[in-house]
């Protein structure tokens, strides 16, 4: 699992990013059955110098390929679409390191983008909230 990287210093100050994306990664772990040594949480699009959220993916990816780890698979559940960190940081940047320290095969799990029932959740999402907003905006109208 790779999730968008944050400074450090927000963990630090009580943000709770951090909990947030390993509670996502368990869940999927759970429904999925994975065991512990099927999956990491690592984090991707770090900039700067100051120090980011641990494990980096890329690291981990070197690391692995380096060890003998010859296939994995990377899924971004922090994007709902796919986009330039997940289709070039991920799917070619990422993959290279892991190939070019010994992996084999590399596999990049998409987002769910314009999956039928993706669009259909986000509509549902939308009219939950927009229909509270625009219930309060409309009693504003008419007083």
């Avoid at 210093?9 to 943000?15: A, F, V």
């Avoid at 947030?20 to 999956?39: F, I, M, P, S, Y």
């Avoid at 770090?46 to 390929?65: C, D, H, M, S, V």
């Avoid at 940047?93 to 999956?115: C, H, Q, S, T, V």
Wanted: aromatic content about 12%; proline content about 4%.
């Amino acid at each position: 699992f790779s999730f968008h990287g944050l400074p450090q210093k927000y963990l630090d100050q009580g943000d709770p990013y951090f909990c947030e994306c390993h509670k996502t990664a368990r869940l999927v772990v759970e429904k999925l059955g994975l065991k512990e040594d099927q999956w990491i949480l690592a984090f991707q699009s770090l900039f700067g110098r100051e120090e980011w959220l641990k494990p980096y993916a890329k690291n981990t990816l070197i690391n692995w390929g380096n060890e003998g780890i010859k296939n994995v698979q990377v899924v971004c559940p922090g994007f709902s679409a796919d986009c330039l960190e997940t289709l070039e940081e991920i799917q070619v940047e990422n993959r290279d390191y892991f190939l070019n320290a010994g992996g084999e095969k590399f596999e990049y799990i998409p987002a769910l983008n314009d999956e039928p029932e993706h669009i259909a959740m986000m509509g549902q999402i939308i009219k939950q909230h927009a229909a509270d907003w625009l219930d309060i905006e409309q009693k504003e109208i008419k007083k």
